[in-house]
């Protein structure tokens, strides 16, 4: 996916749509194939740059940044993207409800406070040395942080008395992905016949840190009566898988060997 983002629509002579899997493709492509068919190799040095700002109000707004580089000489092809966003919100509430026959006044107010943060990597070669062999490589990584932050206070007045409840929350999640994978494709003819080998290793990691702090005040000049919580969960998950598929396309036949090794960890 990497590479074709780097494609530019002029490169492109024609998208290929196939119901069902071809007999070079192994059993994971049951649900069809997608053939991109290029003008020519993409040769040369080519960068492209993307940028937006949306402003709400002072010190709040969303900026997303994109660049991408290919560069292209037969029988190479290399090509990375780099993208990175920033997404800060604030949002305000505030209600008073006169309540009905009690002499009472309801106020509620606070605030809710997003900020996202998000990093991502890809880059990868593709060599190409004749019309039958291919090999690629490719690695990701991504980096994202959210942070959450709301505070909001219910106030009940009566003549008598007065009760305040005051709750503050915050979320900050953190997750990290990265994966290097690595393709062999060798066509033995030009009905499809060949060897293909692809490899991947990775991890993923989620960590999640809750807070909440409630203080409650019965009554003018009593002093708040505080309850705390804290959660705090982290996800982690390695893996890796080998896939090794041989097709012969004069007997339809498709045989192949996958192993997928993964280790998760929940704390």
Not at 89 to 95: E, I, K, P, V, Y
């Amino acid at each position: 996916m990497a590479y074709l983002s780097h494609l530019n629509a002029e490169d492109i002579k024609s998208v290929e749509i196939q119901e069902t899997g071809s007999a070079e493709s192994d059993a994971e492509d049951r649900g069809g194939v997608i053939n991109i068919v290029l003008e020519k190799t993409p040769t040369g040095l080519s960068t492209l740059f993307k940028t937006s700002y949306e402003y709400r109000k002072k010190s709040y707004g969303r900026y997303l940044g994109a660049t991408s580089l290919r560069y292209g000489t037969n029988p190479w092809s290399l090509y990375g993207n780099l993208n990175d966003s920033r997404d800060k919100n604030r949002s305000d509430f505030q209600s008073v409800t006169d309540l009905y026959g009690s002499n009472a006044l309801q106020k509620s107010t606070g605030f809710n406070r997003i900020e996202d943060k998000a990093l991502s990597l890809k880059g990868g070669l593709v060599f190409s040395p004749n019309s039958r062999c291919e090999i690629g490589a490719e690695f990701y990584f991504d980096d994202a942080d959210k942070a959450d932050q709301g505070l909001s206070e219910l106030n009940i007045y009566n003549p008598d008395w007065e009760t305040a409840v005051q709750n503050s929350t915050t979320t900050e999640d953190t997750v990290k992905t990265q994966y290097l994978t690595a393709n062999y494709s060798f066509k033995r003819d030009a009905s499809g016949t060949g060897l293909r080998f692809i490899g991947d290793v990775g991890s993923y990691a989620f960590d999640r840190d809750n807070g909440l702090n409630t203080a409650y005040t019965l009554g003018a000049g009593v002093i708040p009566t505080p309850v705390t919580a804290r959660m705090r969960g982290r996800t982690t998950i390695r893996h890796s898988s080998i896939s090794i598929t041989r097709s012969i396309t004069t007997s339809n036949f498709l045989w192949g060997l996958r192993t997928v090794m993964s280790n998760e960890t929940i704390d």
